[in-house]
Antibody, heavy 120, light 112 residues
Framework: EVQLVESGGGLVQPGGSLRLSCAAS????????MHWVRQAPGKGLEWVSR????????TYADSVKGRFTISRDNAKNMLYLQMNSLRVEDTAVYSC?????????????WGQGTLVTVSS | DIVMTQSPLSLPVTPGEPASMSCRSS???????????LDWYLQKPGQSPQLLIFLGSTRASGVPDRFSGSGSGTDFTLKISRVEAEDVGVYYCMQSIQIPQTFGQGTKLEIK
């Protein structure tokens, strides 16, 4: 079964850091682009970041550029999101998603998400 | 950034009837390779989003054929030929031709 499972969310103070993880299983992880997408409570979807198959060319939303870093470990089938200098407005459910093989920018498989709450 | 604008924001539909929603982009999503980098997603209540359509008109695996996507450039449409109760939720379009990838604000489909 194809599966993505996020972990690492929680409550953090403004200015703090968190590292999210996404464990992939049931497919060839190293052949797919991967994404992070977030959804603030009661709001719409916001694309956060994506990374290509070998970890090169990471890209980011303007709202997180310079604060968040996406990475992957193909040997461990793991995707990560290092989040620094967190702000209240970063509060959201963060989901990882797998890119379509022939259209890597499209998110075809999604995890259930992990909640990040930034509050003092 | 490319701005994605969806309409209507709310779409009440009677089961068995067709439904149609629109997505417009502030810049063309048509690549020189001939592909339109436009996706449609459905987020059912309490669930993660699911991909319905990618590259403007290609149905994702397992998506019923009552869903169809069309359009090119800056104007796109998602059509449901016969709405079923399980189709309720929020429909989002997203562009991936340019970084940052951007979503529309969503169209909420509800059953009359």
């Amino acid at each position: 079964e194809v599966q993505l499972v996020e972990s690492g969310g929680g409550l953090v103070q403004p200015g703090g850091s968190l590292r999210l993880s996404c464990a992939a299983s049931g497919f060839s992880f190293s052949t797919h682009w991967m994404h992070w997408v977030r959804q603030a409570p009661g709001k719409g979807l916001e694309w956060v970041s994506r990374i290509n198959i070998d970890g090169g060319s990471p890209t980011y939303a303007d709202s997180v550029k310079g604060r968040f870093t996406i990475s992957r470990d193909n040997a461990k089938n793991m995707l990560y999101l290092q989040m620094n200098s967190l702000r209240v407005e970063d509060t959201a459910v963060y989901s990882c998603a797998r890119g379509v093989l022939r259209a890597g920018g499209s998110c075809e498989i999604w995890g259930q998400g992990t909640l990040v709450t930034v509050s003092s | 950034d490319i701005v994605m604008t969806q309409s209507p924001l709310s779409l009440p539909v009677t089961p068995g009837e067709p439904a149609s929603m629109s997505c417009r982009s502030s810049q063309s999503l048509l690549h020189t390779n001939g592909n339109n980098y436009l996706d449609w997603y459905l987020q059912k209540p309490g669930q993660s989003p699911q991909l319905l359509i990618f590259l403007g008109s290609t149905r994702a695996s397992g998506v019923p054929d009552r869903f169809s996507g069309s359009g090119s450039g800056t104007d796109f449409t998602l059509k449901i030929s016969r709405v079923e109760a399980e189709d309720v939720g929020v429909y989002y379009c997203m562009q991936s031709i340019q970084i940052p990838q951007t979503f529309g604000q969503g169209t909420k489909l509800e059953i009359k």
